[in-house]
C-alpha cells in the first residue's frame, strides 16, 4: 500500500541520514539542531498514525487531547504504570477516558464468548430467573444448572440447591449476589499481586469463572439474551463490528435436551440480525470457531473438518478457526500441523485466526507458535506478545501485513507485564506495525467494549507522542485488518467515516 511504501521509505532514508550526518559532523562538538528535529520528524511520522494528515477540526481537538494527555502523565499515580485492578478507578476518572469513550472504534476482532458481557448483568439478570440450580466445588468455585427438577450430582460439589429458595433464605441477599459475581469475574478489591501471585494461579482462577459463566450462557434462553447484551454493550463504547471468538458450546434447554454446534452457530447469525436491524448502524459480526489447544490429534482431526463444513454452510457469517487455552500449558501449532493441514490438502477454504506468542517462555516448544502460525498462513496473531524476541516473524508479519490483535489489560493481568509502559505493543506502534488493540476477555478483567484497553495503548504505549492521529489509525486498521470481504470493508469504512466526523464535529464545539 501507499502508508506501508511511505513508511519503508521512510526506513530507508533514516539510514542514509543517519550516515550522512556521520560523515559530516566528523569533528563537530554540538550537531545542528536542523539535524535533530528531521530525525525527531522522520522517526514520528513512522510510528502508528505517523503519517495521518489531520484536518483542521481535527487538528483543534488533537490539542484539547494532547493537553488531556499531559495532565494525565503527571498523575501520581500514572493507571499504566498500577495493575488494572487498581487502575480502573483512575482511569474512570479521567476526562480523556471519558473522551475515548466517545472515539468511534471501528472493531473488536479479539473477543471471547464467554467473557464478552457484564458479570453484573449476569447476576442481576439471569441467576435471579426460576429454574437456577448451583452448588459450590471442592476447588473452591461454583457450579450452576438450569434445570426444571432437582439435577443429578457432579462429582465433587455440594449438593444442588436451588437459588430462589436460598435467596428466600438469605438475611443479606446482596452480600450473597456479591459471592456469586466474585466467582464469574477475575476483578478484586484486594491486592491482585497477592491474590494471584503467580501466572499458574491466575490461570487456574481463569478457568474456573469461564466454566462457571459457560453453565449459565449455555442454557439456551440465556445464551441469546446474553449475547444480545454484549452487542449492546460494544455497541454503547462505540463498537461497530465484532469478530467473535467461540468454542460454539453444546447449548440446553430446561427439560436437558441439547442443539448441536449448527444451532449455536445459527443462534448466533439470528441474534447479529436482529440487533443490526434494531441498530442500522452497528455493522454486524462474524464468528471465528476455536477449539480448546490440550485436545488430542484425534479430536482435531473432527473438530477442523467440522470447521471446514461450517465455512461452507455459513460462508458470509463464519470468519475461520482458532485454538484457545493457554498457551504455555497446551500443545503447540506444530503438535496439530497433519490436522491444520486438511483445508488446504482438500482445497476448501478454511481461514485461521492463531493466538501465538501469549507466553513469556522464550526458547520453548510453545514459543515457535508465532513462526508456525505464519507458516499456516494465519490471517491475524492473537496476541503477539513475544514477536520481539522474533525478528523473522516480525518481519515476515510486517510484510505480509499479518497483524497482532494486542490485548494490552489480558497481558498485564495474566502476568506477562507489569507496567504496560514496558509492553511490546509500544515498541510495535512506535514502528507502525500491522496491529489492533482488542480487549480479549473484558468481563473478566472487570472491563468493558474497548475504551479501557484503548486507554492504555493510547497513554501506555503511545506515551506523549501518539496522538488523534494514532487513534485514527487504530480505528482504521480494525476494519483495514478484519475478515470482511474489500467490498464490505469499503461500507464499514464509509460507516465508521461518518460516526468520525460526527465525533470531530460533536467535541470541537
Not at 439478570?125 to 473452591?140: E, I, K, W
Not at 513469556?360 to 507458535?369: K, L, P, T
Not at 520481539?388 to 497482532?404: C, D, I, Q, T, W
Request: hydrophobic share 40%; glycine share 4%; aromatic share 12%.
Amino acid at each position: 500500500t501507499h502508508v506501508s511504501y511511505l513508511c519503508d521509505l521512510n526506513r530507508h532514508l533514516v539510514v542514509c541520514l543517519w550516515m550522512a550526518l556521520c560523515c559530516l559532523w566528523g569533528g563537530l562538538s554540538i550537531p545542528d539542531p536542523k539535524y535533530r528535529e528531521t530525525l525527531m520528524e522522520m522517526e514520528a511520522s513512522m510510528q502508528t498514525g505517523g503519517q495521518v494528515v489531520l484536518s483542521e477540526k481535527e487538528k483543534l481537538l488533537n490539542s484539547r487531547l494532547l493537553q488531556m494527555k499531559q495532565e494525565e502523565v503527571m498523575r501520581k499515580d500514572f493507571p499504566p504504570a498500577v495493575h488494572f485492578f487498581k487502575a480502573r478507578d483512575l482511569i474512570e476518572e479521567s476526562p480523556l477516558f471519558s473522551l475515548l469513550q466517545k472515539v468511534p472504534k471501528g472493531a473488536a476482532l479479539h473477543v471471547h464468548d464467554f467473557s464478552m458481557t457484564d458479570v453484573k448483568w449476569l447476576v442481576k439478570n439471569v441467576t435471579y430467573r426460576p429454574h437456577l440450580y448451583m452448588c459450590s466445588t471442592d476447588a473452591q468455585s461454583i457450579r450452576f444448572m438450569f434445570c426444571s427438577q432437582m439435577p443429578k450430582p457432579l462429582p465433587r460439589c455440594s449438593p444442588w440447591v436451588l437459588l430462589e429458595k436460598l435467596r428466600a433464605m438469605t438475611v443479606n441477599v446482596t452480600e450473597l449476589d456479591d459471592r456469586i459475581m466474585k466467582n464469574l469475574t477475575l476483578f478484586t478489591e484486594l491486592d491482585p499481586d497477592v491474590v494471584y501471585p503467580t501466572q499458574d494461579v491466575v490461570w487456574e482462577r481463569f478457568e474456573k469463572a469461564f466454566r462457571a459463566v459457560s453453565d449459565l450462557v449455555s442454557y439456551a434462553p440465556v445464551f441469546r439474551d446474553y449475547y444480545y447484551q454484549g452487542l449492546s454493550e460494544l455497541y454503547a463504547d462505540n463498537v461497530m463490528y465484532l469478530e467473535l471468538r467461540t468454542l460454539l458450546s453444546e447449548m440446553y434447554e430446561l427439560d436437558g435436551r441439547t442443539h448441536d454446534l449448527t444451532w449455536t452457530l445459527k443462534t448466533y447469525q439470528d441474534v447479529t440480525r436482529q440487533f443490526t436491524a434494531d441498530f442500522p448502524d452497528f455493522f454486524g459480526a462474524r464468528i471465528i470457531f476455536t477449539i480448546h489447544r490440550g485436545v488430542n490429534s484425534t479430536v482435531m482431526d473432527q473438530v477442523v473438518k467440522t470447521a471446514m463444513k461450517l465455512k461452507r454452510d455459513f460462508p458470509d457469517f463464519m470468519a475461520g478457526f482458532d485454538l484457545v487455552g493457554r498457551e504455555d500449558r497446551g500443545r503447540p501449532l506444530w503438535y496439530f500441523r497433519n490436522e491444520l493441514s486438511l483445508p488446504s490438502d482438500k482445497g476448501l477454504p478454511l481461514p485461521f485466526y492463531f493466538h501465538a506468542g501469549e507466553t513469556s517462555m522464550s526458547g520453548s516448544e510453545v514459543d515457535q507458535n508465532l513462526l508456525d502460525a505464519l507458516l499456516f498462513n494465519t490471517s491475524r496473531i492473537g496476541h503477539g506478545f513475544a514477536l520481539l524476541r522474533h525478528p523473522v516473524a516480525k518481519e515476515f508479519s510486517r510484510k505480509r501485513g499479518v497483524a497482532l490483535e494486542i490485548c494490552p489489560i489480558s497481558n498485564q493481568v495474566l502476568k506477562l507485564v507489569d507496567d504496560l509502559r514496558n509492553h511490546p505493543g509500544a515498541v510495535l506502534m512506535a514502528e507502525d506495525h500491522p496491529l489492533v488493540i482488542s480487549s480479549d476477555d473484558p468481563a473478566m478483567f472487570g472491563a468493558s467494549g474497548l475504551s479501557y484497553d484503548f486507554y492504555q495503548a493510547f497513554v501506555g504505549f503511545g506515551g506523549l507522542r501518539s496522538n488523534l492521529g494514532t487513534l485514527k489509525a487504530l480505528a482504521i486498521n480494525s476494519i483495514k485488518y478484519c475478515s470482511l470481504p474489500a467490498q464490505q470493508q469499503e461500507k464499514a469504512l464509509a460507516m465508521w467515516q461518518k460516526r468520525w466526523d460526527k465525533f470531530i464535529s460533536e467535541n470541537t464545539q
